[in-house]
């Protein structure tokens, strides 16, 4: 499976970020997908994800201010961070989990990363 993550860039503080993520290549084992950032000089930390069940996850620094979806056909998935601050500043990246079908062990696979930058 590959992710392709677009969106992001340069944001004004107190504006709107959204992130999309669209998955190809055999998305049928996909058990969760979400967001993850990774800010300079810091260790990459989970934004949100959401399972196949339809629970969400997401981290206390952008509770409240987040919101993910899939699309329709589980195949995409969009992200809005609202009020954004100078610490949402980083590199984000589409992640999935994937358990291929007859298979017990699963994978993470990661998008490219895409950089969001916000302006004071």
């Known amino acids: 499976v590959q992710l392709v993550e677009s969106g992001g860039g340069l944001v004004q503080a107190g504006g709107s970020l959204r992130l999309s993520c669209v998955a190809s290549?055999?998305?049928?084992?996909?058990?969760?997908i979400g967001w993850y950032r990774q800010a300079p000089g810091k260790e990459r930390e989970l934004v949100a994800r959401?399972?196949?069940?339809?629970?969400?996850n997401y981290a206390d620094a952008v509770n409240g201010r987040i919101t993910i979806s899939r699309g329709c056909t589980k195949d995409t998935l969009s992200l809005q961070l609202t009020s954004l601050k100078p610490e949402d500043a980083a590199v984000y990246y589409c992640?999935?989990?994937?358990?291929?079908?007859?298979?017990?062990?699963?994978?993470?696979?990661w998008g490219q990363g895409g950089l969001m930058t916000v302006s004071s």
């Open positions: 959401i399972s196949s069940a339809g629970t969400s």
């Open positions: 290549g055999g998305t049928r084992g996909i058990t969760a």
């Open positions: 992640y999935a989990h994937m358990i291929p079908p007859g298979e017990s062990r699963g994978f993470d696979v």
